[in-house]
């Protein structure tokens, strides 16, 4: 992609663009202490990238944020890899609406009335829609945006050579690019890189749990151990509130005592004394049995009375007597037995009787004793905290296993990293960067007489470090750090070559935009440079275009700019040599 034309609706200096070698000179008149830069030759490169759909915020914008910019329309005509034009307009006043235009040939002016192909496309579809349009068969897994600041150089981009002004986000929001632009795999840096803020995420995940729940998956048997000495002491506080269980239910528990524990002592009262009674009736019964009849103390009753007790009558009174004896042996027998059996029915109703006793005398304590209630509530006080101390524990538990897992998923992802690294170790061995290395060198030999070299290499976090450097930086860095400068630009500036160049046969960007670059040169490599540029465009077919003041020219061969280079003259007599033909 090269740019054909560059012009606007008003306030504007209209540019056409040679299709290799461009100048824009700015020609100053007035002191030259007066600021140089405002102009516009800086601007031009703003207005470009604005067409190129760079994103813009009027309210901080310092250029378009102006109240000049009222209304204004710019439009881009740019001339595509496959031949063809694309004409975009994009207003100031409607950034994000965007219209196009495909045609064969180039316009023959500055063309206002347009019938447009697509008209105010919204500015997300819009970049997806010029990226189909220019059609790069280079760095396909990234957007035309990514790569356009290394051919749109401002002043500001000349800091580094690899990590522009823009590529202020992560690694890999740059480097993975990088790397692919220099003919390797970017997606092992772009891996690596997440597989790493993935293991930062998870270190932060650990971190959290260890300073929020106190975690150290040391002590994990610990706490198991604490778990199981938790549980015992909730089952035996349990096990005490079960018996003040009574306190929530008092009128219950009145009832059981009245209506059951009362009533079962009455009726084993009841039998007691039943009992009792007639153990004490067969014992008075057996106590006044007689069965113990003499026969020879009747015959002396007998003889006393001088009463003759025939013998006939003594047999038959003591056949009598023996069956009197007979009875009562039998009765005593029978008492005997049923007073044995009363007494074991006596004490097992006295056994009933006093464990009833025992039960009321228990639940009247816990109904009648003053501090079971508060003991009750401590008990539940105790419970509560064991509890949470329980679930505490459970929880700890939980973020040690958590943290585990988390330690495992961190020590796996590692492995990954390794393996990233190794296969980056290998990819760098292949030097697939080798020819635009060797185009690199051979620019910065040509304008300075030295080596430069882009290299490579994985510092010790086996993250990609880029470089490029002359051989001997010493020779040519002698005097100040604003000469340094200026040959970190010449660096810079070999490095966008060299790429055009490396991909001049392929569907890329056929055009470069650097400002200001003979600044501060001496006037041999001043003409050295701009002789070789020339080459390289005539060469390659690439679109050179540069910025400078007229007092950068080389004092003894100002002609080393041909007219025909000129695409745009600014100057500062007026406002009519400005690029917007206003002050600011």
């Known amino acids: 992609m090269k740019i054909s034309k560059i012009y606007s609706n008003k306030n504007f200096k209209n540019i056409e663009f040679n299709e290799q070698f461009n100048t824009v000179i700015a020609f100053i008149e007035s002191d030259k202490k007066k600021d140089t830069h405002n102009l516009g030759k800086t601007s031009l490169l703003r207005v470009i990238d604005f067409l190129l759909l760079s994103k813009i915020d009027k309210k901080r914008d310092k250029l378009f944020g102006n109240d000049l910019f009222v209304g204004q329309e710019f439009y881009g005509e740019f001339e595509l890899n496959n031949g063809k034009f694309l ?9 994000t609406k965007v219209s196009f235009k495909l045609l064969k040939n180039k316009l023959d002016d500055f063309i206002l009335n347009i019938d447009w192909d697509i008209v105010d496309l919204s500015f997300g579809k819009a970049k997806e829609k010029l990226n189909e349009y220019l059609g790069f068969d280079v760095l396909k897994n990234w957007n035309y945006r990514k790569s356009i600041t290394y051919f749109l150089r401002s002043q500001q981009d000349y800091l580094d050579v ?3 002004n823009k590529f202020k986000g992560k690694h890999k929001d740059w480097k993975p690019f990088v790397f692919e632009l220099l003919g390797f795999n970017g ?3 772009k891996e690596k890189l997440e597989i790493e803020e993935d293991i930062e995420e998870l270190r932060k995940k650990l971190q959290v749990l260890k300073n929020e729940a106190q975690v150290d998956t040391t002590e994990k048997d610990r706490l198991e151990g604490l778990l199981e000495i938790k549980q015992n002491e909730l089952n035996d506080i349990e096990k005490l509130i079960d018996v003040f269980n009574f306190y929530s239910e008092d009128l219950k528990t009145n009832k059981i005592i009245v209506e059951h524990i009362d009533n079962k002592l009455q009726a084993l009262n009841s039998d007691r004394y039943r009992i009792s009674f007639e153990i004490n009736k067969i014992k008075k019964t057996l106590l006044n049995t007689i069965d113990d009849i003499d026969i020879n103390e009747i015959n002396l009753l007998f003889d006393e009375l001088n009463n003759y007790f025939p013998n006939e009558l003594k047999k038959k009174y003591e056949d009598l007597i023996n069956f009197q004896k007979a009875i009562t042996n039998e009765r005593k027998k029978y008492l005997s037995e049923n007073l044995e059996e009363l007494s074991s029915e006596l004490a ?7 464990d009833a006793e025992k039960e009321k005398s228990n639940l009247l304590e816990i109904l009648t004793q003053k501090d079971s209630y508060q003991k ?3 008990y539940q006080k105790k419970l509560t905290s064991i509890e949470v101390e329980i679930e505490l524990i459970k929880n700890k538990l939980k973020a040690i296993d958590r943290s585990l897992i988390i330690e495992n998923e961190i020590d796996a992802k590692k492995e990954k990293v390794k393996t ?9 061995n292949t030097r697939k960067h080798s020819n635009i ?5 051979s620019i910065i030999k040509e304008i300075l007489d030295t080596n430069a070299l882009i290299s490579l290499k994985l510092n010790n976090q086996g993250n990609i470090e880029f470089s490029a450097d ?5 020779d040519l860095i002698k005097t100040s750090e604003a000469q340094g400068t200026t040959y970190k630009k010449l660096l810079c500036v070999a490095f966008d070559l060299s790429l055009l160049i490396n991909y001049s046969e392929k569907s890329f960007y056929r055009f470069v935009y650097h400002d200001g670059v003979l600044e501060g040169l001496d006037d041999r490599i001043k003409i050295r440079y701009i002789n070789l540029v020339k080459n390289i465009c005539a060469q390659y077919d690439i679109q050179y275009i540069l910025t400078l003041i007229d007092s950068d020219l080389p004092r003894e061969k100002k002609d080393i700019i041909y007219s025909e280079d000129v695409c745009l003259e600014l100057y500062d007599k007026d406002d009519s040599g400005k690029l917007f033909l206003h002050s600011f």
């Open 162 to 164: 690899f990590k522009l």
């Open 376 to 378: 009750f509530k401590e």
């Open 420 to 428: 990233k690294i190794e296969e980056l170790k290998a990819e760098l």
């Open 437 to 441: 290395n060797k185009i690199f060198n």
């Open 187 to 189: 997606d092992l840096i």
């Open 348 to 354: 097992f109703v006295n056994k009933k009787i006093e």
């Open 470 to 474: 002359y051989q001997n930086p010493n």
């Open 87 to 95: 004409l975009i307009k994009r207003s100031v006043d409607l950034a």
